[in-house]
């Protein structure tokens, strides 16, 4: 039996999310086209037939503009020294630049093996693979290279193939029915958040966030789930955005979140959505601890 952690790091949009809900099969982390869209280290566990592996999905790597990134980018960094393995995952489809070099500098020192996972190979031709594994590939001295693309799946088992000859020997770490350390409410708010991020544009995904005022369990079998949220905004200006004209934008944001918080809890939901203006409060260290922002455990979304 071989058990141990593995942690995603790379640029924003790398599709590190994409690439942990395909390797446990569930959807823990929400996933965007917006960048920095993952704001907390995710823990996801999947068990094989002679290994447990604890993937852990992390902030991508950029240069923080407020206080809020700074927490982002130092809870990526922090797995670094948490883990058995490195899986550096990098956009195969985007030409190399400043931001991955920085990456692959920081990671330069680390003292354990580092696999780059080029991902996102369903977008480029096959006859361009084996030029971007050999440009990638000279960026660093990695234990392995692994072309895959997390969307389709394509090469992904062997993906896990490396990384369980990798592992150390020893028991399971998690019981075998354990999925994630995030609470259900952190849970609850990331797929408001996704929602969001989905129907708005422009400064809006930056600079919003969900707080879970009130998470009320079902009562008996058929029971309804009660949610009672506030998405925040920085500025006036941004909450007509957010609200819409005659409340359209906030009740489609509803309505979606709904439905994917009815297939996550696999019950029914009542879901309550009210926009507060909160200013700056991605630079106030209360407002991001009781977001959980950067925080292990998310703890602190609607807490």
């Known amino acids: 039996m071989k058990s141990g952690f593995v942690s995603f790091i790379g640029r924003p949009n790398a599709g590190k999310s994409t690439l942990l809900n395909r390797l446990v099969g569930e959807k823990l982390a929400i996933v965007s086209d917006k960048p920095q869209t993952t704001r907390n280290r995710i823990l996801g566990v999947r068990n094989y037939p002679d290994a447990q592996v604890i993937f852990l999905d992390t902030p991508g790597i950029h240069r923080p503009l407020h206080r809020m990134n700074v927490r982002m980018v130092d809870a990526a960094r922090d797995t ?9 995952v990098v956009d195969a489809s985007e030409k190399s630049g400043g931001g991955d070099r920085y990456v692959f500098d920081m990671l330069k020192e680390v003292q354990k093996p580092i696999f780059l996972i080029l991902n996102k190979i369903d977008l480029i031709k096959k006859t361009r693979l084996l030029p971007v594994i050999d440009e990638f590939s000279k960026a660093g001295t990695f234990a392995e290279i692994v072309p895959v693309s997390a969307e389709t799946g394509l090469n992904v088992d062997r993906l896990e193939q490396v990384i369980i000859e990798r592992l150390p020997e020893g028991p399971a770490l998690y019981p075998a029915d354990y999925l994630t350390d995030q609470p259900e409410r952190f ?3 990331e797929i408001v958040r996704e929602k969001v991020l989905q129907f708005t544009h422009a400064e809006i995904p930056f600079s919003s966030a969900v707080i879970v005022d009130r998470f009320e369990e079902p009562e008996g079998e058929r029971g309804i789930l009660r949610l009672y949220c506030t998405i925040v ?6 909450k007509p955005i957010v609200v819409g004209r005659n409340g359209d934008m906030v009740k489609k944001i509803g309505v979606a979140a709904r439905e994917e918080l009815e297939r996550f809890f696999s019950t029914h939901v009542f879901l309550d959505l009210h926009v507060r203006v909160k200013t700056d409060w991605r630079e106030d260290d209360r407002t991001l601890h009781d977001l ?3 925080r292990p455990d998310g703890r602190g979304s609607g807490n």
């Open 292 to 294: 959980g922002v950067g």
């Open 233 to 238: 905004v920085e500025r006036d200006s941004q």
């Open 80 to 88: 670094i020294s948490e883990v058995d393995i490195v899986g550096l």
């Open 187 to 189: 849970m609850a708010a």
